[in-house]
């Protein structure tokens, strides 16, 4: 039987203690600059000393154009990377793996924070008013072929960055949640004619190339993407061809030679959004598979005994406990997520 406290030893990926995985969650706590702060260190030090075998950072972002979030760290530069080295270290210390989750907002932003008209696969703004600064999306300048190559080299570059400078044991790319990625995806948002948008191939086109060059800059078995093809946002929110996209992205995926996939479901219900992913994308995929987020310990555990999840995530479980892993292991309660603790870093 495998359980949560099992460590994961395979060669496709990276060695980790045991299979609970802190979740990325956007914090902004970075310094001037957008540089990673002693503080950070911290926070993310008590969670690895409280028994987590994986953290996933919260979003850095890989270049000012894909900012979108008040006082978010980058890692968008050497000095970036240098500056989260004491945060690894630490982490390293205490036993757990980290990895860098990498990340570009796309149109969910404005130019207060991109400074030049945000870009995404669309000309279209988001609807809705963004929390970071209380304005309306700003309206989005749709990337023309020429210049995703560009974007492409912000992600590697990143990634480059995160192990060879910062010391990460792995980088998570967000290809989720509606940024960037997410928005050449999901044909609610995609409205292009060209060759990267229309069909599921052409959809899926950006993503690909972004996680080939990727692949292409860093070793494949240090590298997750994450997907929320199923999430909550006022009622369950699922791509369109929601079927017909995983049959094509997945074994795409695979063919490329990822090794690592977070199937990510925000703040709802596991069964009803990625649990049914897990499922629906297990048979197409012999990599590592992580996801939960909402799971009980039991339910956390048949998941992993029924060998569809390899790794599994909590987020704000984590937040309200830096010692969750341990708490876990010794069958202690919980501390109840409250929603002032975001205002905190704890």
Same mark, same amino acid.
């Given at each position: ?13 990276? *060695? ?15 310094? @001037?600059? #957008? ?15 409280? /028994? ?5 950072? @919260? ?8 900012? *979108? ?25 205490? /036993? ?10 796309? =149109?969910?932003? #404005? ?22 600064? *209380? ?31 910062? /010391? ?27 060759? !990267?948008? *229309?069909?599921?191939?052409? =959809? ?7 996680? @080939? ?56 219900? !596991? ?60 069958? @202690? ?14």
């Amino acid at each position: 039987m495998t359980s949560l406290f099992d460590p994961l030893n395979r060669p496709d990926f990276i *060695g980790v203690r045991n299979r609970t995985v802190m979740s990325a969650m956007s914090r902004g706590f970075a310094a @001037e600059g #957008h540089h990673a702060t002693p503080a950070m260190r911290d926070y993310y030090q008590r969670r690895a000393q409280g /028994g987590v075998g994986l953290i996933l950072t @919260e979003g850095t972002l890989v270049h000012q154009s894909g900012d *979108g979030w008040n006082n978010a760290p980058y890692i968008a530069s050497d000095a970036h990377a240098e500056s989260w080295r004491p945060v690894v270290d630490a982490v390293h210390e205490a /036993g757990a793996a980290i990895a860098c989750q990498l990340w570009h907002t796309g =149109r969910i932003s #404005h130019s207060d924070y991109t400074i030049d008209q945000p870009v995404s696969s669309t000309n279209v703004a988001a609807t809705g008013i963004n929390r970071q600064n *209380g304005k309306p999306y700003g309206e989005p300048r749709a990337l023309t072929p020429e210049e995703m190559p560009t974007i492409y080299g912000y992600f590697a570059d990143a990634a480059r960055r995160a192990i060879d400078i910062a /010391g990460f044991d792995a980088v998570e790319l967000h290809v989720g949640h509606g940024y960037l990625a997410d928005q050449f995806l999901d044909a609610r948002v995609n409205d292009r004619t060209d060759n !990267y948008g *229309g069909s599921v191939e052409n =959809r899926c086109r950006f993503a690909l190339e972004l996680i @080939e060059k990727v692949l292409a800059a860093v070793p494949a078995d240090r590298v997750i993407a994450r997907i929320s093809p199923s999430r909550f946002m006022g009622g369950i929110y699922d791509w369109p061809d929601l079927d017909e996209m995983l049959a094509y992205f997945i074994p795409a995926l695979q063919s490329l030679g990822l090794k690592a996939l977070d199937i990510s479901c925000a703040n709802s219900v !596991y069964a009803d959004t990625a649990g049914r992913i897990v499922r629906m994308v297990r048979p197409m995929w012999n990599g590592v598979l992580i996801g939960g987020a909402s799971l009980t310990v039991d339910a956390a555990n048949a998941e992993l005994d029924a060998g569809l999840l390899d790794l599994v995530t909590w987020g704000r479980a984590f937040l309200a406990n830096p010692d969750l892993a341990d708490k876990i292991a010794k069958d @202690e309660p919980w501390t109840p997520f409250e929603d002032a603790m975001r205002e905190t870093l704890v």
